[in-house]
């Protein structure tokens, strides 16, 4: 039986890196509150201003992933080790829940949007479509 060499038949194989996806632009936000949320910080020459951290952002988005098995105690514990940025467990309950209904919000807001598109686009058309009727100029 022929003795393998394995460095020298075999080569050396790598596992292809996973496909991260589409990589996440975080933006610069304007400050509303005196509190600085977690994920951002104030931009250097203007106070009103917030700069993202998106270590910490990309954090958050797991975090809010664990929250599917885990408790807020728990994940604020690991978010606060994983980012060295301290965060309470009602500190990220807060912030999760605003997120929730700020994404139900824009839900809802494209939902209406949708529908007084196709509205106004049936109000062209029985427009159009009258015969004998008059427009009044506004």
Known sequence: MPQIDYKRDLGFWELPKPNK???REW???????????FGYELHPDNERLLVPIPHELEAL???KRHLKQYSYREVAIWLTKHTDRYISHMGLKKRVEIDRRRKKAVIIKRRLAKRLQETISEIEKLEKGRVGAYSEES
């Open 21 to 23: 996806g589409k990589e």
């Open 27 to 37: 933006h610069t936000v304007a400050r509303v509150s005196q509190t600085i949320p």
């Open 61 to 63: 988005e797991l975090a």
